[in-house]
């Protein structure tokens, strides 16, 4: 007795690291287990690892329904509410047929999710659908508006302003040159001579 305590606590650890660190693959040593094992453990289990159990299992070919299909009303009602649940059992009573619950979870799970997809969808046509509405009340004129006076005037005088800077820097460069230094020079000297010239008086 205490040896199968042991063993029971420790698949109950796997169960906790295995959640923990997010992979089951060390799980399918419970296909293995007996059932009485089983009953204890698996109720321990996350939808998942509970998944993951019964394939190892059905693998093998074991069938673990008759222990876990409480197990997965359990997470029907959890995640879908109580009242769904008995409302599905209500049904099925009705109708006279009897399905598992892990069948009924994975359908209402793919139900939610359609669910959910279609609502995303909405959602986003009546985004597109207002911000379009926004874009056209937007007004954009768009014209051609001929130059003014003004305009003209103002380009006049940059036009000016531009033949006016490229002749600055022409007559720079031109006084700047060599022929031109020399040809000063040589006009300076020649006036500078004339000035000290003898005057020549002719009677």
């Known amino acids: 007795m205490a040896e199968r305590q042991i063993q029971m606590a420790a698949l109950i650890d796997k169960l906790t690291k295995a959640g923990h660190v997010g992979n089951n693959r060390g799980l399918d040593i419970f296909a293995d287990c007996d059932d009485a094992i089983l009953e204890y453990v698996l109720p321990h289990c996350k939808v998942d690892q509970l998944m993951y159990v019964e394939e190892c299992s059905k693998s093998k070919g074991r069938d673990l329904s008759p222990i876990t299909d409480m197990l997965w009303k359990k997470f029907y009602e959890r995640e ?77 005088i940059e036009v000016s302003n531009m033949k006016g800077t490229l002749m600055k820097k022409a007559r720079k460069e031109f006084l700047d040159c060599r022929e031109v230094k020399d040809l000063a020079a040589v006009n300076r000297i020649a006036l500078q001579r004339k000035r000290h010239a003898p005057s020549l008086l002719i009677k």
Do not use: H
């Open 80 to 156: 879908f509410r109580v009242e769904r649940a008995n409302s599905v059992v209500q049904r099925m009573r009705q109708n006279k047929v009897i399905f598992k619950w892990k069948a009924l979870y994975e359908a209402k799970k793919k139900e939610a999710a359609e669910a959910e997809n279609k609502a995303i969808d909405r959602v986003r046509k009546l985004y597109e659908k207002e911000n379009e509405r926004k874009q056209k009340r937007q007004v954009k004129v768009c014209t051609f508006v001929p130059p003014s006076s003004n305009n003209k005037k103002r380009g006049c």
